[in-house]
């Protein structure tokens, strides 16, 4: 098992460059398989998620070239065949491979997706826009079968602006017969950036980034070469640690607006940011005010980044809150930051941080991606030795971690126990 040994209350400086999108890829990579010739992807992130998938290519024989953050997907010898529970269960994302396949060959069957504890997260919404499509839904001890005669185009309202349902029904929908409505879609930019491969490969999808997406199935979807956009959820927790322990921190390869949510509460909270084109320099201060941030779809807060966010609220003079609107269980790292010395209770889905408070290291566990990712900054912000075990978490969402943070002063390993 690997665990993650940080010794803190080092200042980070220098620079850290942000890799492509762990929640567009995870996408791209099965939306790939709809076109019969070569698809290239760069800026791919190396993750463990990256790789889950193309153990699914894999499975399926779909032919997988891998150069250097990049990969060439041809499934024009692919094999539909069931996905088994062995490779769906290692990441929810593989649910994408439903609207994929059910897309191109009219027939998925595969066991239900895996994923963090951090909600029920069901995949109903993903099953009424195949329905609607014309697809039945049989499920066999979890094993998903969607199969139709024929995909035609229909009108689809999402109760939940969901970012999973809408770019499966995408998926499913620019092969079908005629035109497809998605109404109450998500915003989310990694859906602008899985609609405009489909786009490149010859799709004709409108709207995406709004909450109305049209997509007109087409015949066929050809080559193309495409990118995946950074990551702005890696970029966030980044731009979060240099506010609470960075000194001119630049964050690169970012698209700012896509943080926006984030660096306006953090300029509330009295975080200087210089925000470049590409990049944000930020530096920690001791002179911060409380904030209430609520998490929303986008282009509200972002429910990722509420829990990388705890650690530097501790920081604040005064009660700060952060009500979690999108997940049911999504505050499992708070016990491990209150034995790390912080003052925060839980109510209702809001947590109360109270500070300003010091933190002191410990051994702690990571319950999922983003709380792991918590639990990294506040070892780093902490006096002393954290040891976090169940690392694999924060693996399978951040490139590289221990690299970049070495590279700006941080004093942490990766270690084998
Ligand atoms: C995506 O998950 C991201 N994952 C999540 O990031 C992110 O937190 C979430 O979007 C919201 O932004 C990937 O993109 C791989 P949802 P997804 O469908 O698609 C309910 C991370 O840390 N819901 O928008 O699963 C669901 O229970 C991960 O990188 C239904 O009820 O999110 C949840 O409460 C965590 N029925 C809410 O919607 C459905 O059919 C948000 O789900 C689908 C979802």
Do not use: W
């Not at 997907?73 to 529970?85: D, Q, R, T």
């Not at 009219?106 to 099953?127: D, E, F, Q, W, Y």
């Amino acid at each position: 098992m690997k665990i993650l040994e940080i010794k803190g209350g080092h200042k980070l400086t220098g620079t850290i460059r942000i890799s492509g999108a762990k929640n567009s890829v995870v996408a791209l990579i099965p939306a790939a398989i709809l076109s019969s010739e070569d698809v290239t992807i760069c800026n791919v992130p190396d993750i463990t998620d990256t790789k889950a998938l193309c153990e699914i290519l894999d499975f399926l024989e779909v032919d997988v070239k891998k150069a250097t953050e990049s990969l060439i997907i041809n499934s024009h010898n692919m094999v539909n065949k069931e996905i088994p529970s062995d490779y769906t269960k290692k990441l929810r994302a593989s649910y994408y491979f439903m609207g994929a396949l059910l897309g191109k060959y009219k027939k998925v069957t595969m066991a239900l997706p895996g994923g963090c504890s951090i909600g029920a997260r069901p995949i109903n919404l993903h099953l009424k826009g195949f329905e609607a499509l014309g697809a039945t839904v049989t499920n066999n001890d979890n094993i998903y079968t969607v199969e139709a005669k024929e995909l035609k185009g229909a009108n689809i309202y999402l109760d939940f602006a969901s970012v999973g349902a809408t770019i499966n029904i995408m998926l499913a929908a620019v092969l079908a017969k005629g035109t497809t409505i998605i109404d109450n879609a998500a915003k989310e930019p990694e859906i602008v950036n899985v609609a405009t491969l489909l786009n490149n490969m010859g799709a004709k999808i409108r709207g995406a980034g709004t909450s109305s997406i049209e997509i007109t199935g087409v015949e066929k979807l050809n080559k193309c070469f495409h990118e995946v956009i950074p990551d702005r959820i890696e970029a966030g927790t980044y731009v979060i640690l240099g506010a609470a322990i960075g000194e001119n921190l630049k964050i690169t390869n970012i698209i700012p607006e896509h943080l926006e949510a984030l660096t306006s509460k953090l300029e509330e909270m009295g975080v200087f940011l210089d925000i470049g084109t590409d990049y944000i320099i930020v530096s920690s201060s001791n002179n911060y005010k409380p904030i209430n941030v609520k998490t929303q779809t986008y282009p509200g807060f972002a429910t990722d980044l509420q829990q990388p966010l705890t650690p530097l609220l501790t920081l604040c003079k005064g009660q700060s809150k952060i009500e979690e609107t999108i997940y049911e269980n999504r505050f499992m790292h708070i016990p491990y930051l209150n034995q790390m010395g912080a003052n925060i209770r839980v109510k209702n889905q809001t947590s109360t941080i109270i500070g300003p408070t010091k933190l002191t290291g410990t051994d702690v566990v990571a319950t999922d991606l983003r709380a792991g990712a918590s639990l990294v900054i506040a070892g780093l912000m902490a006096k002393g030795t954290t040891r976090i075990t169940n690392v694999e978490h924060i693996l399978r969402g951040y490139e590289n971690i221990v690299e970049k943070l070495l590279d700006v002063g941080a004093k942490l390993e990766l270690k084998e126990i």
